[in-house]
């Protein structure tokens, strides 16, 4: 519910997008102006991911995060602006989720 998808934005495979979450663009120019989602990732309620960024594989963004940059594969990105965290060697990245209390506010 309440998705918004920009009309240049591109989605990977098996990507989990919760309720509120906007894939929009910084400009009105007729060019590539939406974000780029890799395989695998999932995007908090409420993430805004703003402009052409590339978000990599296996990306955890957290809710309400607000992502400008891009974020390289098997990142954790949460915050306004988001800020990259990569899980420990070894740690699950599902569980490195709950590691930064701010992806649940």
């Known amino acids: 519910?309440?998705?918004?998808?920009?009309?240049?934005?591109?989605?990977?495979?098996?990507?989990?997008?919760?309720?509120?979450?906007?894939?929009?663009?910084?400009?009105?120019?007729?060019?590539?102006r939406h974000p780029t989602i890799?395989?695998?990732?999932?995007?908090?309620?409420?993430?805004?991911?703003?402009?052409?960024v590339y978000i990599g594989h296996r990306v955890q963004i957290g809710a309400n995060s607000v992502v400008v940059k891009d974020i390289p594969a098997g990142a954790v990105a949460t915050g306004v602006p988001a800020?990259?965290?990569?899980?420990?060697?070894?740690?699950?990245?599902?569980?490195?989720m709950f590691a930064d209390p701010a992806l649940w506010i």
């Open 38 to 52: 890799g395989n695998n990732v999932t995007i908090g309620a409420g993430a805004r991911i703003l402009g052409p």
């Open 1 to 32: 519910m309440g998705v918004v998808i920009g009309e240049t934005a591109e989605v990977g495979d098996d990507v989990l997008i919760y309720h509120g979450v906007t894939l929009g663009g910084r400009s009105m120019e007729h060019v590539k």
């Open 83 to 96: 800020t990259i965290r990569f899980p420990n060697k070894g740690e699950d990245p599902y569980e490195a």
